[in-house]
């Protein structure tokens, strides 16, 4: 299968369900997607669906099983797949972040794809960006997304990749202030680069102004429609050409791009084991239950015993 064959793209009806977190939640970026195939194919017949809530990994979407009823629900076309932005678990040594190893990643992606492979659907992999300020995480997420897209024949949009080219220009924030979740800009393009890669398509003319019914907070759709978007032609024009040479590179090597062997063995430190993270639509939390204070207390415990029994010896 090759990853940027038109597939389906030019019958009458597209649908695509989107699983993944805030990553993919925030500005409403798959009704953005679907206002501009709107936009650009008009007549065509388009359906966007998203399930998901804050930092979700696939392994909980795997094990939670509601994900797996809509793909066996039918009626989809692509199937978007979007893990979480760690790739499940952050690895901090020596105050730097790290991406963990992906084998949590491969397994359920795997599980995933036979399942949509199953229903007759394509999987779309949306290769997520690395956090502001640590730009070496980039490469590990590259590596994965790719390595697993290239090894099931699945389509990929690596947004990651837009934003690190984005980054350069300087013009506009990519991200909001907790350096995770995208401002609108970053919705923008991960929206344009999933738009250029499903239907296989240059992203010119599609508009920096869009206008759709918003995801809410609770994952349900507004009843009314509203602007997602509202972005200067120079914004949508620097965009654009980012998402455009990326495409271009993508169609030069079948789909794919190359990615350097990139693999954390780091294994996590005790006090790394108890991040979890929790995503809400405004921001991101990392809620630390403080086992370490406990563990330290124990050790200065044991080191005033251990004088204590000296001073009587002497």
């Avoid at 907070?217 to 965009?239: F, P, T």
Wanted: one cysteine or more; charged letters at 20%; aromatic letters at 10%.
């Amino acid at each position: 299968m090759c990853s940027v064959n038109p597939g389906r793209a030019d019958e009458a009806s597209t649908n695509v369900l989107f699983i993944g977190n805030s990553y993919t939640y925030y500005h409403s970026m798959p009704r953005m997607f679907r206002a501009m195939a709107e936009h650009h194919l008009p007549g065509h017949q388009i359906s966007t669906k998203f399930v998901g809530h804050g930092g979700a990994t696939l392994q909980q979407h795997w094990e939670e099983g509601r994900v797996l009823k809509e793909i066996r629900s039918g009626g989809w076309d692509y199937v978007v797949l979007q893990e979480q932005s760690m790739l499940g678990e952050e690895i901090i040594e020596n105050g730097k972040s790290y991406v963990r190893h992906p084998d949590q990643f491969f397994e359920y992606s795997g599980k995933f794809q036979q399942a949509i492979q199953e229903n007759d659907i394509e999987t779309v992999f949306f290769m997520t960006w690395s956090r502001k300020g640590y730009p070496h995480q980039q490469k590990y997420l590259t590596y994965a997304y790719m390595e697993i897209a290239r090894e099931t024949g699945s389509k990929i949009a690596p947004a990651g990749l837009v934003w690190e080219k984005l980054q350069t220009e300087n013009l506009f924030d990519l991200y909001e202030k907790d350096g995770s979740h995208p401002t609108v800009y970053g919705s923008y393009a991960t929206a344009l680069m999933l738009f250029s890669v499903i239907f296989n398509t240059d992203s010119r003319g599609v508009p920096g102004r869009l206008e759709g019914n918003e995801i809410l907070r609770d994952g349900k759709i507004s009843g009314e429609k509203s602007v997602l978007c509202d972005l200067e032609s120079r914004e949508v024009n620097v965009i654009r050409s980012a998402v455009s040479d990326l495409f271009k590179q993508m169609e030069k090597g079948n789909g794919y791009l190359s990615a350097e062997e990139a693999v954390s063995n780091k294994k996590p430190a005790v006090i790394t084991l108890i991040f979890r993270y929790l995503s809400d639509a405004k921001n991101q939390f990392v809620i630390l239950i403080i086992i370490a204070g406990g563990i330290l207390v124990l050790k200065v415990g044991a080191v005033l015993l251990n004088n204590g029994k000296q001073a009587k010896t002497e």
